[in-house]
């Protein structure tokens, strides 16, 4: 079974403050999505990366995905309180039939 | 284009019953998966449909059915609900890309046993 962890589980900040949340698994993925889900709602997708080492840039918010294909990290500049709510990452192999795992998320807390 | 859709939003029903949760994904979308979320557990995967096919099971037990119908519209049922069936249940449907993943959610069911 695939596993991976997301830490910290719960992190609470004040608005301007930068973080980083971690996605670790000992397991190689072809692909990995972020996700932020609200209170009430379905998860909604953030970005895929599927190149070991690649970036992606989303407004505030940096992706990186580690060179191996195991890691994934998530940083947040300058937060505001609309970025509250758990942040999720899944991974997925690809060949046959792709089955994708979740990480339990990191709940995210900014304080305006 | 319209998004993943599922009905009902809320649903409270007492032990021993049974329900059946609706699903209709993302026009042309043709793989739907159902993920049941409780806080302590995350998201933990149940089960794929790609064209009428189950094709990927987690580990549920066989109270945990589903279906998929032509039109890529799916349902799942669950029989004989226990209290720990208490979760929101997510339904995804995604476009199946080589290379990737993506995966775009409804909503959700609230189910809430008594």
């Known amino acids: 079974t695939q596993l991976l962890e997301q830490s910290p589980q719960f992190l609470s900040i004040q608005e301007g403050e930068n973080l980083t949340v971690y996605c670790n698994s000992s397991?190689?993925?072809?692909?990995l999505q972020w996700y932020r889900q609200e209170p009430g709602e379905g998860p909604v997708l953030l970005v895929t990366v599927v190149t070991g080492g690649e970036v992606k840039k989303l407004k505030r918010l940096t992706f990186q995905f580690g060179d191996a294909r195991k890691d994934s990290s998530l940083h947040i500049t300058a937060a505001q309180p609309g970025d509250t709510g758990l942040y999720l990452c899944?991974?997925?192999?690809?060949?046959?039939?792709?089955?994708?795992?979740f990480g339990i998320g990191t709940k995210l807390q900014v304080i305006p | 284009k319209a998004g993943v859709t599922q009905t009902p939003r809320y649903l409270i029903k007492t032990r021993g019953q049974q329900v059946t949760l609706s699903c209709s994904p993302i026009s042309g979308h043709r793989s739907v998966s159902w993920y049941q979320q409780t806080p302590g557990q995350g998201l933990q995967f149940l089960f794929e449909y790609f064209s009428e096919t189950q094709r990927n099971k987690g580990n549920f037990p066989g109270r945990f059915s589903g279906r998929q119908f032509s039109n890529s519209r799916s349902e799942m049922n669950v029989s004989t609900l226990e209290l720990g069936d208490s979760a929101l249940y997510l339904c995804?449907?995604?476009?199946?890309?080589?290379?990737?993943?993506?995966?775009?959610f409804g909503p959700g069911t609230r189910l809430t046993v008594t």
């Open positions: 397991s190689v993925f072809s692909s």
């Open positions: 995804a449907s995604s476009l199946v890309l080589s290379g990737s993943y993506e995966q775009y």
């Open positions: 899944a991974g997925a192999n690809s060949g046959g039939y792709q089955k994708v795992t």
